[in-house]
């Protein structure tokens, strides 16, 4: 299974991005999806995550209301809608899969696949 994680760029604050992740060599849809992110210096951050079956996403307290995790298992692609962004949301960021429960979401070691990063840069 590969993940490819694309989208990112430099936008000014107060932008927007949509990120995508399309799985190559397995189904997403037996995958609960996750997003993190890392910035420069710092440790890798959970962003969010939605369950195979689209429900009810979960997100890092600091992006509700700015940020939507969806999935399109028709198209094997999750997406990450990122609005009102702000410079301490620059970072490198990476889609990943698991089938942990939703407890571990949060919890890198948890997701089996990871994505190769696409990079985000918020200008303020």
């Known amino acids: 299974v590969q993940l490819q994680a694309f989208g990112g760029g430099l936008v000014q604050a107060g932008g927007s991005l949509r990120l995508s992740c399309a799985i190559c060599?397995?189904?997403?849809?037996?995958?609960?999806m996750g997003w993190f992110r890392q910035a420069p210096g710092a440790e890798r951050e959970y962003v969010g995550a939605?369950?195979?079956?689209?429900?009810?996403?979960d997100y890092l307290d600091a992006v509700k209301g700015r940020f939507t995790i969806s999935r399109d298992n028709a198209k094997n692609t999750v997406y990450l809608q990122m609005n009102r962004l702000k410079p301490d949301d620059t970072a490198v960021y990476y889609c990943?899969?698991?089938?942990?429960?939703?407890?571990?979401?949060?919890?890198?070691?948890?997701?089996?696949?990871w994505g190769q990063g696409t990079e985000v840069t918020v200008s303020s």
């Open positions: 990943a899969a698991t089938r942990a429960v939703r407890s571990s979401w949060s919890n890198p070691p948890s997701h089996y696949y």
């Open positions: 060599g397995g189904t997403v849809r037996t995958y609960t």
């Open positions: 939605i369950g195979w079956s689209g429900g009810y996403p």
